[in-house]
């Protein structure tokens, strides 16, 4: 029981991404991303960034600054080779690669959103520091 606990995160970021690559391709008014297309990128990045983080450890690791950067170039690859093809206009021609960056870096930024209201709640249900 204690095992399948610990994977509620790992469903929640999936959860999370897919829904949130639905919401950018609805936002910028495409046809939208099928939910299969949506978990298959959200498992893609989740693996990958899986392996970059161990290959990083690995390596003796990043700074910070460059292990986010990088991070962020995987995710926009990865998005503009998957969503390119499988991704339409709302006139049902294929989204293309500039496209394709455009959903993926708006889902991305509604995920960086969601960590800054995450990390801002948490800070604010802790306690003060003892002044």
């Given amino acids: 029981m204690s095992g399948l606990v610990q994977l509620v995160p790992l469903a929640f970021v999936l959860v999370l991404h897919a829904v949130y690559v639905r919401l950018a391709a ?11 297309h949506a978990f298959q990128f959200a498992a893609m990045v989740v693996v990958l960034t899986g392996v970059v ?16 950067v990088l991070g962020l170039a995987m995710q926009l690859a990865l998005g503009t080779w998957f969503f390119s093809e499988r ?3 709302s006139d049902g021609q294929p989204l293309g690669r500039r496209g394709a960056v455009r959903l993926t870096a708006l889902a991305t930024f509604f995920l960086f959103i969601s960590l800054v209201m995450f ?6 249900m802790l306690p003060a520091a003892a002044s």
């Fill in 53 to 68: 983080r161990l290959g990083i450890t690995y390596l003796g690791g990043l700074p910070m600054l460059l292990g986010a």
């Fill in 119 to 124: 990390v801002w709640g948490m800070r604010m």
């Fill in 26 to 36: 609805r936002v910028m008014k495409t046809s939208p991303v099928s939910w299969s």
């Fill in 87 to 89: 991704a339409l206009t």
